[in-house]
C-alpha cells in the first residue's frame, strides 16, 4: 500500500503540472489549449534527442528543453489563439485551431521519431532508495520536489511579483489594462511561454515512466485537464490539489478493479466533479473575458 500512494503521488505530480500548464493559459485568456498534450510529449521527445541522443547533462536538457517548447507554445498562440482577436468567447475557431495544431503537432513528430516509445534515463538514476520501509525511485523523488517547487515558483510570481498583478490584471479586464498602460498581448506571451515550458517539465518527468513516444500523452493530456476541471480552471493552487487527488485516486482504484478500468474510474469522477461542483474544490468563478 505505501508504494501505491507514492506511485499516485508521483502520477498526481505529474498530473499537476499539466493542470498548472493549463491553467496559467486559461486564467489570462479563457480559453483552453488543446494542443496541451502534444507540447508535452514534445518536452519528451526534445528532451530525449538533448540528454539521449547529444548527451547534455539531465539539468540542462530540462531547462534547454523547456526554452524550446516555450518557443512553440508561443508560436501556437501565434498561429491558433491571435487570429481570432479578444474577443475568443465570441468564437470557437480557437478550439479546432488548437485540436488541428495537436494534430499536427503529433503526425511530425511520428515522421521524425518515428511511432515507437523509446526509454528515456531517470533523474537521480534507477538506483531504489528505502525511506521508512518504503523502496522509491530516486527519479520518483525528484518528480515530486520539482512539481512542489514548481508550484511554490508560480504562486510566489502571481501572488508577489509586479508580472503576476499584471498576469491578473490581463485576466481581469483587457481593455482596463491597457489603459494602465500595460501591454496584454506581453502577459499572454508570457503566460503561454511559462506554460510551454512547465509542459516540458512535465514531458521530461513522465517519460522514464511512460518512455518517450508521440502518443506518450494520448490518456495523460486529459487526466491534466481532468486535474484542472476538479481543483478549480485558472487556479495554480487548485491544480496542484486536483493533480494529486487524481493521481491518488487512480492508484487506490487499482486496489479495488483491474488496471483497464482505472481510467474509467478518474474520468467518472471528472464527469461527476464538472456535474456537482463545476467551479472545483477552490470555487473558481468562470467569468466571462472581455
Known amino acids: 500500500m505505501p508504494e501505491l500512494l507514492i506511485s499516485g503521488l508521483v502520477m498526481g505530480s505529474i498530473y499537476a503540472l499539466l493542470a498548472l500548464a493549463i491553467n496559467i493559459i486559461y486564467s489570462t485568456t479563457g480559453i483552453i489549449n488543446f494542443a496541451h498534450g502534444e507540447l508535452v510529449m514534445l518536452g519528451g521527445m526534445f528532451g530525449l534527442v538533448l540528454v539521449v541522443n547529444i548527451g547534455l547533462p539531465l539539468v540542462v536538457g530540462i531547462v534547454v528543453a523547456g526554452g524550446i517548447v516555450a518557443v512553440f507554445a508561443i508560436l501556437l498562440y501565434y498561429s491558433t489563439i491571435k487570429p481570432f482577436g479578444d474577443n475568443l468567447g465570441g468564437s470557437l475557431g480557437w478550439l479546432m485551431a488548437t485540436l488541428g495544431a495537436g494534430i499536427i503537432f503529433r503526425n511530425v513528430a511520428m515522421l521524425i521519431w518515428g511511432s515507437h516509445p523509446r526509454p528515456f534515463p531517470p533523474l537521480g538514476g534507477s538506483e531504489l532508495i528505502n525511506i521508512f520501509g518504503v523502496n522509491i525511485l530516486q527519479h520518483e523523488i525528484w518528480v515530486l520536489v ?16 509586479i508580472l503576476g498583478s ?3 490584471a490581463t485576466a481581469s479586464n483587457r481593455n482596463t489594462t491597457r489603459l494602465m498602460g500595460i501591454s496584454a498581448e506581453k502577459m499572454v506571451l ?25 502518443e506518450m500523452t494520448v490518456s495523460i493530456g486529459l487526466k491534466g485537464f481532468g486535474a484542472a476541471i476538479i481543483g478549480g480552471l485558472g487556479s495554480s493552487r487548485g491544480a496542484f490539489v486536483g493533480g494529486l487527488i487524481l493521481g491518488i485516486l487512480e492508484a487506490l482504484s487499482m486496489t479495488v478493479v483491474t488496471p483497464g478500468y482505472k481510467d474509467a474510474i478518474v474520468f467518472l ?18 467569468e466571462k473575458k472581455v
Open 190 to 214: 508570457a503566460c503561454f511561454g511559462m506554460s510551454g515550458a512547465v509542459a516540458a517539465v512535465a514531458g521530461f518527468l513522465i517519460s522514464p515512466i511512460t518512455f518517450a513516444g508521440p
Open 166 to 168: 499584471a498576469i491578473k
Open 146 to 161: 520539482i512539481t512542489l517547487l514548481i508550484a511554490i515558483f508560480f504562486n510566489v510570481v502571481l501572488d508577489k511579483t
Open 269 to 286: 469522477v471528472m464527469i461527476l466533479t464538472i456535474t456537482i461542483k463545476p467551479e472545483g474544490i477552490f470555487n473558481v468563478t468562470y
